[in-house]
């Protein structure tokens, strides 16, 4: 359990292909007190710390986690959001994150808005019912609020705005239309959703 606040942005150090593949990960978090089992949630992705060494840990992705989270987040080089799972006292800062990708959402735009930067993100349309004006989102980790959603036939895109704050202390300094994210819904807008639909049938 997480809480879509970004603690440490790491670096790919090294991803090999094993029977999955094993992600090295440089990490500024004190290693020591990272136990191998912990749970650490990697640009929204909830993994297994599997090795570690005095700045990095490493954690294993089977093909079915790789293939349905964003292109790019596992190459050598790359940049992730981390957050160290949620310990009881812990201030709940964000919202309730699970680490269980929804989908893989699109930015279609990403502009200036005074200090900061208007996203639009297209996600299926199978997601619309569980994404509401002014309710919580996780984007590669990051708990946002979203500003807007608009409905289409085949789509749904909604829009947040990123602080600089919030930019400065992800992997969103940079972000442009075109990048892929992952998109992990409210888990109450989930089971809601649920439960209506096992009611309509």
Not at 13 to 22: H, I, T, Y
Not at 118 to 147: W, Y
Request: net charge negative.
């Amino acid at each position: 359990m997480f809480t879509g606040i970004v603690t440490d942005v790491g670096t790919v150090r090294k991803a090999e292909q094993r029977g999955d593949l094993r992600v090295v990960i440089a990490t500024g978090y004190e290693t020591a007190t990272i136990d191998l089992g912990a749970s650490i949630a990697c640009s929204g992705v909830c993994l297994t710390v599997v090795d570690k060494g005095e700045d990095w840990f490493a954690v294993d992705l089977s093909a079915e986690t790789v293939s349905r989270t964003a292109a790019g987040l596992w190459r050598e080089g790359a940049k992730l959001n981390l957050e160290r799972s949620l310990r009881m006292g812990d201030e709940l800062g964000g919202h309730i994150v699970t680490g269980h990708v929804d989908a893989v959402g699109n930015v279609v735009e990403a502009a200036p808005e005074g200090d900061s930067v208007r996203i639009v993100v297209e996600v299926s349309k199978n997601l619309a019912p569980m994404i509401a004006q002014k309710g919580s989102i996780a984007l590669d980790g990051v708990s946002l609020t979203v500003n807007t959603v608009e409905d289409a036939p085949e789509s749904a895109r909604f829009s947040i705005n990123l602080i600089p704050h919030t930019a400065k202390e992800t992997t969103f300094g940079q972000i442009a239309a075109g990048r892929q994210l992952n998109v992990e819904v409210d888990v109450l807008a989930r089971y809601i959703d649920r439960m209506l639909a096992a009611r309509a049938q």
